[in-house]
Nanobody, 122 residues
Framework: QVQLVESGGGVVQAGDSLRLACAAS????????MGWFRQVPGKERMFLAT????????RYADSMSGRALISRDNTKNALYLHVNSVGPEDTGVYYC???????????????WGQGTQVTVSL
């Protein structure tokens, strides 16, 4: 089983970039497809981006397409998310997640970090 810890949250100015990291421990992260999700109060957790085990395949939500990059370094057991031009709609708790199944299906993610709060200020 894998344990996940997110970092990099905080207050970000609208228009700036956001960079999040996720550290994996326990079972090697290379065994899992990985993803980033976001949740705001009163709403379900939503898929943002996912990446296959070796990192060659990615999938993005429409809201992230063209301004986000998900990447991973299996040698460091680390997952990253970089988002450009953030806006107030990017505010929320960001979660790192791992899946023993396909990277492509958000519903397959079964291991979750505790989340890191990101607040975008105007």
């Amino acid at each position: 089983q894998v344990q996940l810890v997110e970092s990099g949250g905080g207050v970000v100015q609208a228009g700036d970039s956001l960079r999040l990291a996720c550290a994996a421990s326990g079972r090697a992260m290379s065994s899992y497809a990985m993803g980033w999700f976001r949740q705001v109060p009163g709403k379900e957790r939503m898929f943002l981006a996912t990446i296959s085990r070796p990192g060659g395949n990615t999938r993005y939500a429409d809201s992230m397409s063209g301004r986000a990059l998900i990447s991973r370094d299996n040698t460091k057991n680390a997952l990253y998310l970089h988002v450009n031009s953030v806006g107030p709609e990017d505010t929320g708790v960001y979660y790192c997640a791992a899946s023993g199944g396909s990277y492509y299906f958000p519903e397959s993610y079964e291991y979750w970090g505790q989340g890191t709060q990101v607040t975008v200020s105007l």
